[in-house]
């Protein structure tokens, strides 16, 4: 009695007395072709599953790869601080501060048509002047000073983290009087000190004459960062 199998190529029945599959010619019995047929359909499957994991690869290296490129764009970008103070007014052609601690002057400012109003001329005098703007929510520290190319720098006088609104200078640096963290004085960038990402946060202004002009509304709505 014949047993009926089917083609392994082709799945046409056969019985065990066929040699060759009399659809599509594979060799049955007492041959090296039914080896050789299952070993190339295993390389083929072994192909295929080593390419997809080596596309697998390609993609995540792929994304790993813009991720670090957005990343380093990111930290490309010009600053809050950088974009303001590139943007503030050059009153004198430069100023040089000692290597000695140079320290703030205390003044008063006044508000007039929604501008606090600061002279200019004082400013140019001392250099580095601190006042007060009192807004419905308290009272908000403010500081105005001659970076080293000559600009007006004016920011909310407050190191936020240690709570100190008092500054001086040295050289080239803004020093925090409390904590000792310390910025550079041209663009407020980081350069020591555990309070170093939040220097004294600047607000835009502009001269008008003899006067210093800043927006009331943006020291009115100040909030802290921290």
Same mark, same amino acid.
């Given at each position: ?43 083929? +499957?072994?192909?295929? /599953? ?10 995540? !290296?792929?994304? $790993?790869? *813009? ?43 006044f508000a007039r048509n929604n501008k606090?109003?600061?002279?200019l001329d004082l400013v140019k005098e ?7 703007? +009192?807004?419905?929510? /308290? ?10 190319? !000559?600009?007006? $720098?004016? *920011? ?21 009087n409390s904590c000792g963290t310390t ?44």
């Open positions: 009695m014949s047993t009926i199998n089917y083609c392994p190529r082709c799945g046409t029945q056969l019985s065990n007395t066929m040699n060759h599959c009399p659809e599509c010619g594979l060799k049955i019995a007492g041959s090296d072709a039914n080896k050789i047929e299952p070993l190339n359909e295993k390389k083929k +499957l072994v192909l295929h /599953g080593r390419a997809k994991r080596n596309n697998n690869k390609y993609w995540l !290296g792929a994304a $790993i790869f *813009a991720v670090v490129i957005s990343i380093i764009i990111y930290n490309q970008q010009p600053t809050k601080e950088y974009k303001i103070i590139k943007e503030q007014p050059q009153v004198v052609n430069s100023v040089t501060y000692p290597a000695s601690r140079y320290e703030e002057t205390y003044t008063i400012a606090i109003i600061l002279p001392k250099k580095m002047v601190k006042f007060d703007y +009192l807004a419905n929510n /308290g009272k908000v520290p403010l500081l105005a000073y001659l970076s080293e190319e !000559g600009k007006v $720098i004016t *920011a909310i006088s407050m190191c936020e983290p240690c709570n100190s609104t008092d500054f001086h200078i040295k050289g080239s640096n803004l020093i925090c910025w550079a004085l041209n663009n407020l960038e980081a350069i020591s000190g555990s309070c170093s990402k939040y220097p004294p946060d600047p607000v835009p202004s502009k001269v008008v004459g003899n006067e210093i002009q800043i927006d009331e509304g943006l020291v009115a709505n100040w909030k802290r960062r921290v």
